[in-house]
């Protein structure tokens, strides 16, 4: 009875867990697209945000091996996740960059006084 | 307690904890709580209002599986992912702000510069135009010069010659009534020169001691200075030297070289940059 019991559980969550379907080509293009915007906005080169793009390159690899198998909807969260990540990594290299004009403006003011 | 017993309690028991609140779910709340109790609230409005949604979805993912008794294991949870989303969304938002913050900063230093440059050009043309306007009344005042002495331009100025038979009488210093004239079209021109300084300078020929004519140079080079001070020469611009005998310009052997060696000579020497 009570080995039913526990098998009937271990097989509901097998269930909740073969959730199946490829995701979307769109949604991968997408997440690429993602991390390709932070690489042109310099995030390996820069220290801070370069942790970042290799994780939203990790997840969209991830995403890409779950999206083939049972777990489509794991899939489809690691694409959100690594969209996060690459747009992070962006805006920190957006931020970076703005920080070094900063230096270089303020340097070239302290030249001209 | 039988076996069966304790397997059923086990398996509750790792239920009950996967129930716990995600480690993520922590994380992304202290996140945004850190992110909007600072100047992004005020910066970033829109980007941590989609933390704060993001956040929420978060949180009824966990009240809904909470609820459903989905262990918090992934891949059946979904509340880590959308906590670590939400947690990025509001990381997001402050490094964005602060990126408004550096905008500022970068635009009022750019600002600042091109003031700084236009005033130093605004500098430079002023003193160019100093320097034209020097270079013109220079110019006018050697047309005028020349009318009345013989005037050349040499390294240390301009150098204005006056004749030492015109200005004295030989052997004196006292200037000559009928040079009088001629001494104060001299001081017109001089006035004329504004700021530049003028160097008197007395010479003579070799004829008599050195004593002798390096104290007659000395006073009529004081001479000359004196009557200029006195029409309008300011005394601080004008210096007077005695150099006797020491810089001929002709031969002293000929009654025409010491004639011509006998001048006082005034350099205009400009101030101007």
Known sequence: ?113 | MNRSALTIGSTFAVAWVGCATPQELVDARSTYQRVSSGPTAQLNPTGLAAAKEALDRAEDARDGEFRSGVFYTRPVSKTPDLAYIAMRKAQIAEVEANATLAANEKARLNKELEQKALARKEQADAESRGRLDAERRAADAAAKLADIASVKQEARGTVLTLAGSIVFASGQYALRKDALPKLDKVAAALKDLGGNTFLIEGHTDSKGSDQFNQQLSVKRADSVRDYLVHHGISSEQIKAVGLGKSRPIADNETAEGRANNRRVEIVVQSNAS
């Open chain 1, 1 to 113: 009875m009570y080995r039913r019991l526990v098998a009937g559980l271990v097989l509901a969550i097998s269930v909740g867990c073969a959730t199946t379907g490829a995701v979307a080509p769109e949604r991968i293009q997408a997440a690429e697209s993602a991390i390709q915007e932070a690489e042109t906005a310099g995030a390996s080169k820069l220290p801070e945000a370069t942790p970042y793009l290799q994780l939203a390159r990790e997840e969209v690899d991830q995403a890409k091996e779950l999206s083939s198998s049972q777990y489509g909807r794991r899939s489809e969260m690691m694409l959100q996740r690594a969209g996060e990540d690459a747009k992070l990594a962006r805006v920190l290299a957006q931020k970076g960059s703005l920080d070094a004009d900063v230096k270089q403006a303020g340097e070239r003011l302290k030249a001209v006084q």
